[in-house]
């Protein structure tokens, strides 16, 4: 017998031990809205963080900050992430709600991507109104 070292195959070349999260992104359906890739450097997320947070509160009904930190670090300071990598990764936090977060989450960035502020557009609207309740209750008194 020779001592020159092991033999057989290493774990990535045998068979037996197959991508499990490639099975699993198979077998799980996503919106359309995850075909859409998304610049995540175009995004303000001086904007997006505190939707984040307030978001993740609202569904586990309590404050996980290390959950929070972990969603930032997925997102900030990469060009551009897989949506169904980052629900994949999500679900054993958030269960079921992962799939309604990550939707509302990555429609939510494809339409800061494409407003030129990289605000989304619904926070946009959401400020007029607000700029504009008070203008509006002194013009019809």
Do not use: H
Request: hydrophobic share 40%.
């Amino acid at each position: 017998m020779s001592g020159n070292g092991f033999r057989g195959v290493s774990a990535e070349q045998d068979g037996r031990f197959k991508d499990k999260e490639r099975k699993l992104m198979a077998s799980m359906r996503f919106p359309r809205e995850f075909d859409t890739k998304v610049n995540l450097v175009a995004v303000n997320w001086t904007v997006m963080k505190p939707w984040i947070a307030t978001r993740v509160t609202e569904l586990l009904g309590i404050e996980d900050d290390v959950l929070i930190e972990y969603i930032y670090a997925q997102l900030e300071g990469k060009q551009t992430i897989n949506p169904r990598q980052l629900q994949i990764n999500l679900t054993g936090f958030l269960e079921q709600n992962a799939a309604s977060f990550c939707k509302e989450l990555w429609s939510l960035l494809m339409s800061a991507e494409s407003n030129g502020t990289g605000i989304p557009q619904r926070f946009l609207d959401e400020k007029a109104e607000e700029v504009a309740e008070p203008f509006q209750a002194r013009w019809q008194a």
